[in-house]
T-cell receptor, first 113, second 113 residues
Framework: EPEVTQTPSHQVTQMGQEVILRCVPI?????FYWYRQILGQKVEFLVS????????KSEIFDDQFSVERPDGSNFTLKIRSTKLEDSAMYFC???????????FGPGTRLTVL | AQSVTQLDSQVPVFEEAPVELRCNYS??????LFWYVQYPNQGLQLLLK??????LVKGINGFEAEFNKSQTSFHLRKPSVHISDTAEYFC???????????FGTGTSLTVIP
C-alpha cells in the first residue's frame, strides 16, 4: 500500500540554524501539506501546495518557512533560522483532491536547542 | 475559521466496554469530517470519513461515527474496545472551500485490561 514517507525521523539543531525536512508524498497525489504538532498540543496546519505553488498558508507559516517540490517526488519544508518554539513534530500529508482525505507521513521530530 | 472541539482529553475505558469520543465543530455550510488515530511514535492514520450520503459511517477496526448536522457533531463510537485501541484520536474538519484540515486537540483513549 502506498504511503507518505518522511526523513529524517528526528532532527536536532541549534537555534538559528537552517533545517530542511523532507517528504515523499504518494505518487499520484496532487495536493501536499505540512502540519506541525507541538508536544501536548493539537495538530496545526502550516501550508498546502498544489501545482507548484502555495495554495493556502496559516499565520504560523511566516517568512522563516518555505516549501519546495524540487523534483517529481520530494516535497520539502525549510526553516531558515530555527527558534526554540519551532520544536515540534512536523507531519507531511498528501491527497488526491483538495478536500479529500489526507494521508499522513510518520512525522519528523524537530528539536531546537 | 473552523473550530473543532474534542471535549474529552482523556478517556479510560475497560476492555470490551463501549466507548464514545466526542467531536463538535463550528457551523459551516458544508464540511467534510474525519477521524484519525495516532498510535505511539507513529503518524496519523485515517479511521473513517464523512464526505456525503449516509450520516452513519463505518471505519476500520470496528469504529463508526455519526454526522449530526443540527448539533454540528461527529462523535466516534466503538461497541467493544480492545487493548490495541489505546491511542490518541483526532477529529478533523475540512471546509468545502479550502483544503486545510482543522484538528481538534485530541482524545487519549486508554483501554484498561
Amino acid at each position: 500500500e502506498p504511503e507518505v514517507t518522511q526523513t529524517p525521523s528526528h532532527q536536532v539543531t541549534q537555534m538559528g540554524q537552517e533545517v530542511i525536512l523532507r517528504c515523499v508524498p504518494i505518487s499520484n497525489h496532487l495536493y501536499f501539506y505540512w502540519y506541525r504538532q507541538i508536544l501536548g498540543q493539537k495538530v496545526e496546519f502550516l501550508v498546502s501546495f498544489y501545482n507548484n505553488e502555495i495554495s493556502e498558508k496559516s499565520e504560523i507559516f511566516d517568512d522563516q518557512f518555505s516549501v519546495e517540490r524540487p523534483d517529481g517526488s520530494n516535497f520539502t519544508l525549510k526553516i531558515r533560522s530555527t527558534k526554540l518554539e519551532d520544536s515540534a513534530m512536523y507531519f507531511c500529508a498528501s491527497s488526491t483532491l483538495a478536500w479529500s482525505e489526507q494521508f499522513f507521513g510518520p512525522g519528523t521530530r524537530l528539536t531546537v536547542l | 475559521a473552523q473550530s473543532v472541539t474534542q471535549l474529552d482529553s482523556q478517556v479510560p475505558v475497560f476492555e470490551e466496554a463501549p466507548v464514545e469520543l466526542r467531536c463538535n465543530y463550528s457551523s459551516s455550510v458544508s464540511v467534510y469530517l474525519f477521524w484519525y488515530v495516532q498510535y505511539p511514535n507513529q503518524g496519523l492514520q485515517l479511521l473513517l470519513k464523512y464526505l456525503s450520503g449516509s450520516t452513519l459511517v463505518k471505519g476500520i477496526n470496528g469504529f463508526e461515527a455519526e454526522f449530526n448536522k443540527s448539533q454540528t457533531s461527529f462523535h466516534l463510537r466503538k461497541p467493544s474496545v480492545h487493548i490495541s485501541d489505546t491511542a490518541e484520536y483526532f477529529c478533523a474538519v475540512s471546509e468545502g472551500t479550502g483544503n486545510q484540515f482543522y484538528f481538534g486537540t485530541g482524545t487519549s483513549l486508554t483501554v484498561i485490561p
